[in-house]
């Protein structure tokens, strides 16, 4: 099948904005396949820069989201432009103004993933590969995590996800679900000093996050979208200003505990989340990081996948 940069911009714009059963742009997303639709134009083009890697499939076939991005009803739409973000006909968020049309998909996507679908555990974690191990940096947002992941995307690890990991319940084996990567505020400047050959999208201001920018997934990360990988690494990143590179082993018990604060639907998989997460600690090494040299901990994390000493 092939990838949605082989299409032309208006074949793409005109499936985003046709009606019906089988309108839509219909993407497949690691292990799902959403279908997409908007006839706002900046949604239009950040859709067809930063998802120009994934596959485009037949929307005939079984969808898991179709959602869409559009200008809310009614006369507030006429003097103050907003957007809102539909799953199949309801909205579950409130409008946001009208140039965060792409954020809102985003954002959307993720709830999608996180509040729908219970086939899989699922972490808020940046997830990594190397040698078939893979990296789970799991932390809340303004830790560095988002930054940290796009510095070690550009410095040969492969991108499973910057924001959920999906834990399968019969290996405990780690999906890919490379999708863009969102970056904030000061963290767009660091990467593009970092790696000056990103293509950041168009950046979105004044958002609840600050300055939003995305950048796509590697191809080769999309490619791979169905190689799974096993746990090999656990590690709680934190910026800290002027702190040199320095991984901290974790014990285990505290490692399972804070996973568990990081999981969105531990609580649904009962007794066999707590098995399925203990079996994710039990393979990996564990530990807490703190940084503020992205080169000295893209260099760390070089010899932690060698087994060096780090």
Known sequence: MPSLGEKDPDEIRGALTKAGAEGGLCLRMGPYVARIRSPLIDVAAAVTA???HHTVVDGSG???FDVAVRRPNGFRALWRPQVVFEFEGEEPFNPLPGDQGFPLLEWGLNWCVYGLCHQHLTL?????????????LPAPSGSGKSTLCAALVFSGWRLLS????????????LLPLPR???????????IQRFAPQVEFGSRVEETAKGVVAHFPPPAGAVRQSDERALPGWV????????????L?????????????ENAFNYDIFGRDGF?????????????????????EAVALFDRLSRGERA
């Not at 808020?124 to 789970?136: D, K, P, T, Y």
């Open 50 to 52: 930063l998802y120009r």
């Open 62 to 64: 079984f969808v898991d």
């Open 124 to 136: 808020h974690s940046a997830v990594l590969e190397r040698s078939g191990r893979a990296l789970l």
């Open 162 to 173: 910057d924001e959920l990991a999906l834990i399968t319940p019969d290996a405990g084996e």
């Open 180 to 190: 863009p990567v969102s970056l904030k505020n000061a963290s767009i400047e660091v």
């Open 235 to 246: 590690v709680f990143p934190k910026y800290t200003s002027g702190a040199p590179a320095r």
């Open 248 to 260: 901290v082993p974790m014990e285990r018990s505290r490692t399972f505990m804070q996973l568990i």
């Open 275 to 295: 098995d399925l997460l203990c079996s994710v600690v039990d393979r990996s090494d564990c530990y807490t990081f703190e940084y503020s040299d992205l080169a």
